[in-house]
Structures are given as structure tokens and as C-alpha cells.
């Protein structure tokens, strides 16, 4: 299910925040009623899996005094409730006293604050992913991730140790490890530096293909376009990335370095997996001339 704040929760650093609003206020009340799966690494199965969040509730005190009984109740469901009868549009305007639209009311205010969203892997329930937000007016910000970003992220380089530095991935790392921990900026200069060198590599690769004096005077820019072949299309088609890089270092806010660190990220992914599929498709193809040798020598 492609579910906003489900997203959210995966793909923001710490301190990014997401508004709620009546637009996306559905998503939210599917996710706390846990009916959002998702799929994202088990550091303990050392796999992806699907995890499946426990339902959010809720206790409350009943009775003529408010003091009777303690009862609990699916925070999803109260929301919704609520939504139904008071905040929706359509109430709101055949009731003109209630002015302006909100996501909850007074009475659920202190359990919607600070919420540790659960998560358990479908292959072991003792497997947790947790998440911790902070819902304040009409906005929600992360502020708690166990395991990390990075402790999630770090096992997918594995998938790129053949055809990345040791330089370059412990840089990777640390660039992830930054946004992880809320970091925006920083964790661009070391994607610079890694595209920046991932270029050289490809520039290697092409050899005597490409012009040396006219690739050395040549922008960033200009260096991927005349890389095509040896870098992805999508990279190829779109320079403009070591410019959001170079931006993102010295204009762009935190909270604009966060939201696009993720795509960033991807580009340097999408190198990576070009190079490695290729890799890939060598060793097979050397395999495969081994094993039609040996046949051909053995019907000799």
C-alpha cells in the first residue's frame, strides 16, 4: 500500500517533519490503525521482509465521574471518528462553530504527542523496527529510529563491494550515517567527492574513447554527458545532480539538503548497480566459456 506518512517514517532523517493535513489525514489514520505494511531491511534476519505495525491505542476513563474504568480504544479509529463527526469539510460547514480544520481534539492530545510507532518482522515477531514521532499542531516530526537509517542502509553496499572503493564506500557510510543522524549538508560533501571520483572511474573505463585534454577542461557537467555508455541514461539525461550537490553545500537549507538526500543517494546507487550488473554479466560470460571449453575438450 503506497501510504505518505508510511514513506515518510522510512525515508526522512531525524528532525524532518511532514504536515498533516485533511488531504493526506486518511493515510495517517490507516497507519495507526496498522492496517500499512511495509518492506525494509531486518538487521537481525539480514533480509528485507515485511513488517506489519501493532495498532496504536489508547485508554481512557469512563463513567458519570470520569474515574469508573479505564477502557482503551484503536487510536486510528478515534481520529477517524472524530473526523467524521467534527473536522471533515462537510460537518465544518453545516456546523459554522467549529472554524477550522484540526487532526484531533483535547482528549487524545496527550497520546498523539509522542508516539513510538512499532513495527514486527513477518518471519519473527521478536524482530522490531520502532520509530518514535513527535505530533505537535498539524505537523509530525521524526525524531527516533532504532535501528537507524544507517544501520539499515550500510548492509546495501554489501551489494556494491566489487565495484566500489574502500574509500568510497567508508564515505558512503558516513554520508548516510549523517543524514541519519538529522546532518543535511554535510553529508553532501562526501557524495560529492564520491560522484567526483565515481566520474574519474567511468572516465578509466572509456580509456582512450574520450578525449583527455577535452574532458579535464570540461565541466562536471559536461563530463557525465560525454560519459554516456559508461554511466547510466538516467544520470546522463540528468546532470544537474553534482549541481544539486554543489548547491546543497553551500545554499540550501538543512531541512532541503534532508528532503533530497535520498535521491541524491540513488544516483550514486544507479552507477553503482550499472557497474556492478556489468561485472556480473563478465563473470557469467567467463563462466560460461569455461564450461563450453571443457565440454569441447572432453568430446574431442
Not at 500499512?36 to 458519570?64: D, L, W
Amino acid at each position: 500500500m503506497d501510504n505518505m506518512f508510511a514513506t515518510f517514517l522510512q525515508t526522512a532523517g531525524l528532525y524532518d517533519f511532514k504536515e498533516i493535513c485533511e488531504d493526506n489525514i486518511t493515510d495517517l489514520i490507516e497507519l495507526l490503525k496498522g492496517n500499512v505494511k511495509i518492506s525494509a531491511y531486518c538487521k537481525e534476519c539480514k533480509q528485507e521482509r515485511v513488517f506489519s505495525m501493532k495498532p496504536i491505542e489508547y485508554y481512557f476513563e469512563t463513567g458519570p465521574e470520569g474515574n469508573e474504568k479505564i477502557s482503551c480504544a484503536s487510536l486510528g479509529e478515534k481520529i477517524e471518528l472524530l473526523q467524521n463527526m467534527i473536522f471533515s469539510t462537510k460537518v465544518r460547514q453545516e456546523n459554522s462553530s467549529v472554524e477550522e480544520w484540526k487532526w484531533i481534539n483535547w482528549q487524545i492530545a496527550d497520546t498523539t504527542r509522542l508516539m513510538k510507532l512499532e513495527y514486527i518482522c513477518s518471519m519473527n515477531e521478536e524482530h522490531h523496527l520502532d520509530y518514535i514521532v513527535l505530533a505537535t499542531d498539524n505537523s509530525m516530526m521524526k525524531i527516533g529510529q532504532y535501528p537507524s537509517i544507517a544501520d539499515m542502509t550500510f548492509p546495501e553496499l554489501d551489494a556494491y563491494k566489487h565495484v566500489i572503493s574502500k574509500e568510497d564506500r567508508k564515505e558512503l557510510g558516513t554520508a548516510i550515517g549523517l543524514f541519519a543522524s538529522g546532518v543535511g549538508a554535510g553529508s553532501y560533501v562526501y557524495l560529492r567527492r564520491i560522484l567526483e571520483r565515481l566520474v574519474y572511474q567511468a572516465k578509466e573505463a572509456a580509456a582512450d574513447a574520450i578525449d583527455n585534454e577535452m574532458f579535464e577542461q570540461a565541466r562536471v557537467a559536461e563530463k557525465i554527458k560525454m560519459l554516456e555508455g559508461y554511466l547510466p541514461d538516467i544520470l546522463v539525461k540528468n546532470t544537474t545532480i553534482y549541481g544539486i550537490l554543489s548547491k546543497g553545500i553551500h545554499e540550501l537549507s538543512e531541512e532541503e539538503c534532508r528532503k533530497y538526500f535520498p535521491v541524491v543517494k540513488e544516483c550514486i546507487y544507479q552507477i553503482l548497480g550499472m557497474w556492478e550488473s556489468l561485472r556480473k554479466r563478465q563473470a557469467d560470460e567467463v563462466a560460461l566459456n569455461k564450461a563450453l571449453n571443457a565440454i569441447t575438450t572432453s568430446i574431442k
